[in-house]
């Protein structure tokens, strides 16, 4: 990543960090290898945020989106914030033109849309979701989050979250949010299965002229796990 110049970000977006957390050995020292370079950390809680500006200084932070930022009041107190170098709002707030228009620019150069989000546009139940999956992280005993939204079954599906009225497209990048003056943009679905992954890359990242000449590289390596 230091290579190509890139910037390579820790996700400790945990929303249930107590103070005891704090002291676990792998997290901080996998801070101290990506404190080297210009890296940065999304974070959810402000007991961790606290004690990696003052032993991390080096790092830059992005506020999570796993805060469910839905009122656009929120967010901008969240951008005014002088500890986050970004932030990122709820995916319901992608269209929300008339009031994204009205930040200044330096509040617009924080804001990290998230451009591929699968979740129902009408789910009220995000911040449990996140929180369940924040107490199975922690070792807590609690039962599996079971979702209920429409076509939660069939898991993530790209063509699926291209339908939703928050997706936001490469034209839409192009022709309606980079005019306006924003330039930050996040693609969901790290964990997800490589042919996934690739399709990201392609509808993000690559032109479409060279969508086949990607995937045969990448099927000529080896690199693509299908089954």
């Known amino acids: 990543m230091e290579e190509y110049g890139i910037s390579s970000r820790l996700t400790f977006s945990n929303s249930l960090v107590e103070k005891i957390h704090l002291d676990d050995r792998k997290c901080n020292r996998l801070c101290e290898i ?16 606290e004690y990696l500006c003052s032993r991390f200084p080096e790092f ?33 707030l992608n269209r929300n033109f008339d009031r994204l228009k ?6 617009k150069d924080k804001v990290e849309f998230l451009c591929n989000e699968c979740c129902w546009v009408g789910c009220s139940s995000r911040r449990q979701c996140y929180e369940n999956v924040s107490r199975k992280s922690l070792g807590q005993k609690c039962g599996d989050w079971i979702c209920t939204s429409p076509g939660s079954s069939e898991g993530y599906v790209f063509s699926r979250a291209m339908k939703s009225p928050a997706f936001i497209s490469v034209d ?42 990607v995937r045969e590289k990448i099927y000529l390596d080896n690199t693509l796990d299908l089954f």
């Not at 990506?34 to 961790?48: E, K, T």
């Not at 009041?73 to 995916?91: A, G, I, M, N």
């Open 172 to 213: 839409d990048m192009k022709n309606i949010y980079l005019p306006m003056g924003f330039t930050n943009f996040k693609i969901e679905g790290r964990s997800l299965g490589s042919a996934l992954l690739l399709e990201f890359i392609l509808h993000y990242m690559t032109k479409p002229e060279h969508h086949l000449q």
């Open 60 to 92: 830059y932070f992005v506020s999570s989106t796993t805060k469910v930022l839905t009122e656009f009041d929120d967010l901008r107190k969240e951008l005014l914030r002088h500890e986050f170098s970004y932030v990122v709002p709820d995916f319901r």
């Open 34 to 49: 990506f404190s080297r370079g210009r890296n940065g950390i999304i974070i959810h809680s402000d007991l961790l945020l």
């Open 102 to 107: 009205t930040l200044s620019q330096d509040q």
